[in-house]
């Protein structure tokens, strides 16, 4: 079946720090993979994707590598800022299903303390 | 572009009582999740729609939860009769199209739901 472990949280850092939540996954077919980020009162918003082996996304500064080897797709940030804090969530779509939603982590707490 | 609406943002309801939620998808997405995310875990998928017909409602408990898309729009879900369990926050989601490239999720603000 389809699904995603992800590092567990809470991780607090301090500005400027570097960032990683590992994600790893399952899937019986060709996924495509996702990190969605939760503002404090807001809705969940995708932050980058990645749809095919090898390819990297890559938004605001965070970056994740499809890893078919290690069934990976850790998420990185050189330097974070306060407003990075959030709860980011690694998930995966397996479309050969016929479907498209999307299977989730649990989520990690990001705090980034000045 | 206005977003994913949902209401009620909050909801509190006793046991074996039912609720409803409703949700308006971004103009012109043909496709509408349902997603309900329990404390401390990842959204799980209860019903997708394409349009007004189901694609996918194997994780949603029939026996007390029902949804509809009516006019492939709107959408509600309900829950006949709560159990305590059910306290989460449901999200709806929609994509322009589950079949094309351009099958990214936007998702709504959510609705609470207590159960006491």
């Known amino acids: 079946g389809n699904s995603v472990t992800q590092m567990e949280g809470p991780v607090t850092l301090s500005e400027e720090a570097f960032l990683t939540i590992n994600c790893t996954y399952t899937a019986t077919g060709y996924p495509s993979l996702f990190w969605y980020v939760q503002y404090p009162g807001e809705g969940l918003q995708l932050l980058l994707k990645a749809t095919k082996a090898d390819d990297k996304g890559s938004n605001k500064g965070f970056e994740a590598t499809y890893r078919k080897e290690t069934t990976s797709f850790h998420l990185e940030k050189g330097s974070v800022q306060v407003s990075d804090s959030a709860v980011y969530f690694c998930a995966l779509s397996d479309r050969q299903t016929g479907a498209n939603n999307l299977f989730f982590g649990t989520g990690t707490r990001l705090t980034v303390i000045p | 572009e206005a977003g994913v609406a949902q209401s009620p943002r909050y909801k509190i309801i006793e046991k074996r009582q039912s609720v409803a939620f409703w949700c308006n998808p971004i103009?012109?997405?043909?496709?509408l999740y349902w997603y309900q995310q329990i404390l401390g875990q990842g959204p799980k998928l209860l019903i997708q729609f394409q349009n007004n017909g189901v694609v996918d409602d194997s994780q949603l408990p029939k026996d007390r939860f029902s949804a509809e898309r009516l006019k492939g729009v709107d959408s509600t879900l309900k829950i006949q009769p709560a159990k305590l369990e059910d306290s989460a926050v449901y999200l709806c989601?929609?994509?322009?199209?589950?079949?094309?490239?351009?099958?990214?999720?936007?998702f709504g603000p959510g609705t609470r739901l207590t159960v006491t």
């Open positions: 989601a929609s994509s322009l199209d589950q079949g094309s490239a351009s099958y990214e999720q936007y």
């Open positions: 103009s012109g997405h043909a496709t």
